[in-house]
């Protein structure tokens, strides 16, 4: 479970701000350096729970197919939220669930997950967007870095995580963009790099010299012949 930045009575008191008025979710998110959505979650959490969902841990160990698709249907016939799902059945993140719908409406195939298991191996990967990856690192970074925590939360692997974090620290959000298949133009690459492209386009040029030039000899060999 990924550690938590505030205390239990803390969000507690946040929440009451909010059931008694002091409040609206966007007044006590600004005021209080927290996400709108994640007031959102906490009071839906407090009213399915009470003050024993700050205490306790409500969160699935495990995501069978059935419990996806039972809390997806629940959402698409309106019958609760993301966010009231989420905290009705302890899914680790809206951002989870939201996944499992866009999955199914895609027809893709809902598996079983346990994060157990899955945080630590490298089929557990999935493709994520450069926002998803910043929510990530935000999360890791506020949990005191729990890596593996923030893989369960997110259904990645805890490589990945590790891995954006580093870059993270390194350069910034610029560094999540992933660049796979991206091919740099000589104007964005170093000095080096524009040497060696050049002697490799160099070489290509010799090579079809060479070609063109042994081409010309079997031609002038056919026509004497």
């Not at 006590?28 to 979650?41: K, L």
């Not at 598996?111 to 926002?131: G, N």
Request: aromatic share 10%; proline share 0%.
């Amino acid at each position: 479970m990924a550690k938590r930045k505030h205390s239990a009575e803390w969000m507690i008191d946040r929440v009451k701000e909010y059931l008694n008025g002091s409040g609206s979710y966007e007044s006590i998110a600004r005021d209080n350096g927290i996400g709108y959505t994640t007031i959102r979650r906490w009071v839906a959490a407090y009213r399915y729970h009470g003050e024993a969902a700050f205490f306790e841990r409500y969160g699935n160990n495990q995501y069978t197919h059935e419990f996806k698709i039972s809390c997806i249907e629940m959402v698409i016939s309106g019958k609760l939220s993301v966010e009231e799902c989420t905290a009705r059945f302890g899914i680790s993140h809206a951002s989870v669930l939201r996944r499992w719908i866009s999955e199914y409406n895609a027809n893709r195939e809902l598996k079983d997950y346990d994060p157990k298991r899955e945080v630590y191996m490298a089929e557990a990967r999935r493709k994520t967007t450069i926002e998803e990856r910043k929510e990530i690192v935000k999360y890791c970074i506020d949990h005191d870095r729990d890596y593996k925590g923030t893989a369960a939360t997110y259904d990645v692997s805890y490589t990945q995580v590790y891995s954006w974090v580093r870059k993270f620290d390194a350069n910034g959000e610029e560094a999540l963009i992933d660049k796979r298949g991206h091919h740099k133009t000589d104007d964005e690459v170093d000095e080096l790099e524009r040497l060696r492209r050049e002697n490799l386009r160099l070489k290509r040029q010799l090579q079809e010299r060479d070609m063109t030039v042994e081409l010309l000899k079997k031609v002038r060999e056919l026509e004497g012949m």
